[in-house]
Every structure is written in C-alpha cells, then in structure tokens.
C-alpha cells in the first residue's frame, strides 16, 4: 500500500506530470421544459488530477458527484466553464479510446456469459481477435471469475457483476480510469481484492477517479481529495494536508513502563529512551467529511440531494401508541362480540323467510281454482303433435271413454 508521506513526496518531486484532466470554473444548470433553472447540480468547480494520481471524489448524495463524471465522459454538456479530458475536449472521439468507466450501477446483458461480454465490449474498442481473447482470460483471472466464465451474468451476485463490470472497464487498458463506487455490493474479501488492483494500477501509472461512500477505501488509496457539497468543491488537498491538526504533536517512543507514565517530561532521558519520531497527529477522514457537511448546512448551502434524516413519521409513532395503550379485552368480552356479530345478521334472514312461504301458498291456491287442464297440457312437451292427432284439439278423450261405458 502506498503510504501517504510517499504519495506526497512523489507528488512534490513530480509536479511536471500531465494533466489528465482539467476543471474550470464549471456549472453545470438543469432547466424545466420552459428553460427556467430549476437545480444548479454544480456550481463553479476546479479540478486538476495529474498523470498517476488516484483522486477522491467525496460528497453526500445529490453533491453533483455523478454530473461532474457524466460532464467528464462527455455525456453532460456543462452550462458553463471549460472541461480537458486527456488534452481534449470531453466529447472528442480520440478521447473515449483512453478512458475506461464503471457506473454505480453495472448494466450488464444478462444472457451473456462473463468471457462473452468482455469480448463483446472488447469488439466494441475493434481489439483484434488474438489479443481480446488475451486480455479477457487475463481480466477474468485477475477478478477471480475464471472458474465462472461461462455462466450467463444474470445468474451472478451483485457483487460477481462488479468485477464483470470492473473488468469491463479495463479491456482497452485505459490510462483514465472512472470508478463509481467500485466496491459496492462486495464482500470484505472482494472489496480488499479491488483496492489491490487499484494500487497495482496506480504504480503502473493510470490516472484513477474514485468516487465513493467507503472514507476508509479514500483514505487508504488516494493521493489528493476533493469533497464536495451542493454542488461547490469545499475543501481539496492531499490526505496529509487535509487530515493533519496543526495545534497539536504526537511523540512515539520506547514502551514505557506504567511508573514512567507521570515523569515523561523528566525521566525521557535518564532511562535512554529515545524519540522514535515526531510528525503532526492526524484525524479520520471521516469526522473531517462530516464536519464539512454540517458546516455546509448550517451555512444554509442548497443542495439538491437528500439531507439528513428526521424523526420517525407520525402515523408510525401514532400506530404503536395506540396499539400499545389500548386496555386488554378479557376472552369472554371477545367472545360476547363474535356471537353478537354472528347473531347479528340472522333476524334479517328469518323476517325475509316467510315472503316465498306466501308466494308458493298463493301459486298453489291459484293452481286449485283454475279449471283441470286438458291431460294434453300435461304430456311430454316432445310429442305434442301425436296427442293432437289422437284426440285433436277440441276432443276430451274422458268424454269418450265414459260415452262408451253409457252406452254398454
């Protein structure tokens, strides 16, 4: 791991690198459908990050870290100031070749294997054939997905479809690299796996742009670092020059016995203990962050992203404390109410009962005072005819038969 006394002093004696790239006072104004500004995403930043360099990018969520990368790739235009991206404009052709990218998010096909997309994206960049497959096999085994190269990406982790998407991003051996968030998703193991290709990657030379949450990652890996808030760049340095408590001074010596502990001042020198060294003692990197973001908002700097969470909502807070002050019902009361409940309903069944009683009384009264119907009313409807044809429609056939018993 690069030290950061080392990193400083590289940088001191290497001031002629190149510039890779190169902000000016850029703003960045989205409009609504009318052309009114309604969000200013950013806000007059300067940046320089030299040939080498492995540069943070710090901020809350919605600080106008991702506009500034997309203005970087070309994607943005900026509203005003100037943007060089390996001398050129963001948006030249020549530029895209030198410049490999890993979004926070890896939009990967995911019906194609590991091998078949980072051949896929390798075509794209037109590397012939013979070293595409070189570098794949190489890319695979350096993100460790060499035993898994043929399985379709959808079946992967998130955190196996970043190194998909890191590897991705160095198939055309970039000398800038954009990391967004690179270690999202992974494990200990993963995440400690991407910070070695990062410095190994450093030592070769590239020019690496982090942006991530992870301070720690920041602290460890980057040379210079910017944090920015609402859109402005707020404090940018070196680690060591942004991290250093000038008011106060550490002395490292020998182990010093618990008796020596009330006589340091005196007793140093008499028992031969001398200084190890002596530098300016430094804080996290994180309560820096977060003492620049509070400032911030206490200033009553805009910003678009989201702020610092509140209380809990009110109809959460009122739900529990109804639940909990509501008295206990005993069983029997609980009882009582199912079998009201239940009885409820039935006197609405029984008073709607009587009405067909009443309605099959009157069809059968109706029934005994209407005269006999002919018996061929009361045959099978499928032979009517036959009847007719037997008795014919004006005939009684009881009239016949007791015709015949007069006349015996």
């Known amino acids: 791991m690069i030290s ?70 070309g994607l943005l235009t900026p509203t005003a100031g100037r943007i060089a991206v390996m001398g050129k404009r963001p948006r030249h052709v020549d530029t895209k070749k030198e410049i490999g990218y890993l979004p926070e998010e890896s939009y990967l096909y995911r019906f194609l294997s590991a091998r078949e997309t980072l051949d896929y994206y390798g075509r794209l960049f037109r590397i012939p054939a013979p070293i595409r497959r070189e570098r794949v096999a190489k890319l695979l085994e350096m993100v460790g997905l060499e035993a898994v190269e043929h399985r379709p990406v959808g079946e992967f982790s998130k955190g196996m479809q970043r190194r998909v998407g890191l590897a991705q991003s160095l198939i055309n051996d970039p000398q800038l690299l954009i990391l967004d968030e690179p270690t999202s998703g992974m494990d200990p193991v993963g995440a400690r796996q991407i910070k070695d290709v990062i410095e190994k990657l450093a030592e070769r030379g590239k020019t690496i742009l982090l942006c991530t949450h992870l301070l720690s990652d920041v602290e460890d890996l980057c040379e210079r670092v910017a944090i920015m808030f609402g859109g402005k760049v707020r404090a940018e340095g070196t680690c060591g020059e942004l991290l250093e408590q000038q008011e106060l001074t550490n002395l490292q010596t020998d182990r010093l016995p618990a008796d020596a502990l009330a006589e340091i001042q005196a007793v140093l020198e008499k028992r031969g203990l001398g200084l190890r060294s002596v530098e300016q003692p430094r804080r996290r990197l994180e309560s820096l962050f977060l003492e620049i973001v509070d400032t911030a908002r206490k200033e009553g700097t805009h910003t678009s992203g989201a702020r610092s969470g509140g209380q809990i909502a009110d109809f959460l807070r009122s739900g529990a404390a109804e639940v909990a002050g509501a008295p206990d019902a005993d069983g029997e009361e609980i009882l009582d109410s199912l079998a009201a409940k239940a009885a409820a309903p039935q006197p609405a069944q029984k008073a709607a009962a009587p009405e067909p009683a009443r309605e099959e009384d009157d069809a059968l009264a109706d029934l005994v005072a209407r005269p006999a119907a002919p018996p061929a009313a009361t045959r099978q409807p499928e032979a009517p005819e036959a009847v007719e044809a037997e008795s014919g429609p004006d005939e009684n056939p009881d009239d016949d038969v007791l015709a015949s018993l007069t006349r015996r």
């Open 4 to 73: 950061q006394a080392e990193a400083t002093r590289v940088a001191l004696e290497d001031d002629s690198r190149p510039v890779d790239i190169k902000c000016v006072g850029v703003t960045k104004i989205f409009r609504d459908f009318w052309m009114r500004p309604r969000v200013r995403a950013v806000d007059g930043v300067d940046l320089e990050v030299r040939r080498g360099q492995v540069y943070g990018l710090l901020g809350p969520n919605g600080s106008g870290k991702s506009t500034t990368i997309k203005m970087l790739l």
